[in-house]
């Protein structure tokens, strides 16, 4: 099982931008399409991104399309999610999770695996 560390949230004014990273620790991190869902409070998580093991391919949620981009470097057993123009609504704990395969359209939440611990994204207005 990939064992998932998040780091990179925090505080941001409305408009900002922040970095959130996802490392792993296994060197077969290559081999999982990976990706990034959120949980505000009091809210369900939902799915963000996600980029296919290869990174050629990649899905956005509607709500962030346009403004975050979700990458990978699989050398470095390291995911990212470049999140720019936040908006309060933005607010959320993050957390990146593995895929159990890669099939077209948006992965729902059962089609993730293993999770990560979460960071916290604060966007202020």
């Known amino acids: 099982q990939v064992q998932l560390v998040e780091s990179g949230g925090g505080l941001v004014q409305a408009g900002g931008s922040l970095r959130l990273s996802c490392a792993a620790s296994r060197h077969t991190f290559s081999r999982y399409a990976m990706g990034w869902c959120r949980q505000a409070p009091g809210k369900e998580r939902e799915f963000v991104a996600a980029i296919h093991w290869s990174g050629d391919s990649t899905y956005y949620a509607d709500s962030v399309k346009g403004r975050f981009t979700i990458s990978r470097d699989n050398a470095k057993n390291m995911m990212w999610l470049q999140m720019s123009g936040l908006k309060p609504e933005d607010t959320a704990v993050y957390y990146c999770?593995?895929?159990?395969?890669?099939?077209?359209?948006?992965?729902?939440?059962?089609?993730?695996?293993?999770w990560g611990q979460g960071t916290q994204v604060t966007v202020s207005s």
């Open positions: 999770a593995t895929l159990q395969y890669w099939r077209a359209g948006v992965p729902t939440l059962t089609d993730f695996g293993s």
